[in-house]
Nanobody
């Protein structure tokens, strides 16, 4: 499984960005896919996650109501729409994928995921 992120950048506070993650290697499988972020000196934080089988979504408390994770099955991409950005959202954002057809008990916990993208930087000023 490989994950490729895109869409990061710099934005002013109150603005929006959309991150994309393109997973490969999940054909004919269900999977969990999550977005995590990490800034210097801080632990990796679960931002949002989605289960491909049902479309169930999960959000961290700090982003509820502002961020939306969606799965486009046709394009095989997962998006993270981020609205109302604040400087506290500044971080490297990572896309993470779980094992094929495997249940993830805590979708916002990093150790639950096996596959990781290279990250994309989001800077809010």
């Amino acid at each position: 499984v490989q994950l490729v992120e895109s869409g990061g950048g710099s934005v002013q506070a109150g603005g929006s960005l959309r991150l994309s993650c393109t997973p490969s290697g999940y054909t004919y499988s269900t999977y969990y896919l999550g977005w995590f972020r990490q800034s210097p000196g801080k632990e990796r934080e679960g931002v949002a996650a989605i289960y491909s089988g049902s479309g169930t979504t999960y959000y961290g408390d700090s982003v509820k109501g502002r961020f939306t994770i969606t799965l486009d099955s046709a394009k095989k991409q997962v998006y993270l729409q981020m609205n109302g950005l604040t400087p506290e959202d500044t971080a490297m954002y990572y896309c993470a994928g779980g094992q094929r057809n495997q249940y993830v008990e805590f979708p916002l916990r990093a150790p639950e995921y096996t596959y990781w993208g290279q990250g994309t930087q989001v800077t809010v000023s």
